[in-house]
């Protein structure tokens, strides 16, 4: 009797060891139950979303409920990443790996999708679908699924183009430190030997209007034309404003003389500075006092923590009454310019302010 319940028992754990063999070798994605996209509860437009009051707490209320999160399907998390109110941000950016990187660590969508194993399959179906649309049939989420392939999938190396008409120039600072440029630069043109993207007007216009409403205390000064890509918020800010400035600064592999060359050459005075876990008293106020129109808003910090420059800068536009900067203006990546409050933007991050304002040395 006992040699027949051994065997029994025997038996038992190798029909539970083919069931969990069976139950692994299933499609992973028969473990999610839901198979909609997640609708976001505020929403930008409302009246719900301008009341939130500030971009940190819009973007949180963004994220997606941990107990929904992990049981989507991957197509239904797809959809819900490319509806994500802040999935433009991605265009924010001097290139588009750091747009990728930024939005992906500020949105817990983006984060889970890249955990998945039929991630590849799911957004190459979904771009195989949209691939032969023309410009007045695709929709902006079809212009934002291109990109998170390319970005996914490493597939950057876009610097080859038989249109490709800018090429690599020296801007000088006004201590004349040389800094690289990219010259000519507008939506559509690939840049031999630049690791530049690809942007279509349409798409931009696109991802403005989004901007429009995802920021409502921000104003439009120059939307999408067929030019305005051709300068970025280094250029704008510490180059040139005019119309006809065409130079894209910084943002390349070499970034030995990148955009805080213009802080650290003397061109320009610290006035202002501040970070998370300063030990100085508040901020650091220089003697020549405290922030004026025209000064230099620099998002980030300063050269001796992060040697690649600023995240973004722009040009302060006016102040608040004993309360500092007001509003700047500043140009948004390959997308417009923009006069915004300087807290309502992408470049601020949930880690806490990190900023320093500067003035120039002549």
Known sequence: MKKVGKAASISIIVVC??????????????????????????????????????????????????????DMTTDALFQTVLDYPFISDIYAFNNLSTGYETVKRRFNGLQELETRSDYFDVVSNYCNKCYSLDK??????????????????N?????????????????YTPKDSPIPAVEGRTYGVLCND?????????????????DKVRYPSATLLRGASSDLPSYNCYSYALYSQSYSNNKWVGGFPDKENGPWTYFTDGSYDLVVYDYPGYTGVDDFISPRGTAQVGDIFAYGYNANIDSLGPTHVGIVNSLRYQSGVDNVVSKWGAGGLWLHPWHDCPYIEETGEAYSIWRSAK
Not at 155 to 171: F, G, H, K, W
Request: proline fraction near 6%.
């Open 17 to 70: 060891l083919l069931i969990l063999a069976l139950g692994a070798g299933k499609n992973p994605e028969s473990r999610y139950t839901i198979d909609t996209p997640y609708e976001y509860p505020i929403l930008p437009g409302t009246q719900e979303w301008i009341d939130l009051g500030d971009v940190i707490s819009r973007r949180q209320a963004c994220q997606i409920p941990e107990d929904i999160l992990h």
């Open 136 to 153: 007045k049939e695709k929709t902006f989420e079809d212009y934002v699924a291109e990109k998170l392939y390319l970005v996914a999938f």
């Open 155 to 171: 597939n950057l190396d876009l610097n080859i183009s038989p249109y490709a008409s800018c090429r690599m120039v020296t801007v």
């Open 194 to 210: 630049i690791s530049h993207n690809i942007f279509t007007q349409d798409e931009m216009q696109k991802a403005i209007e989004r």
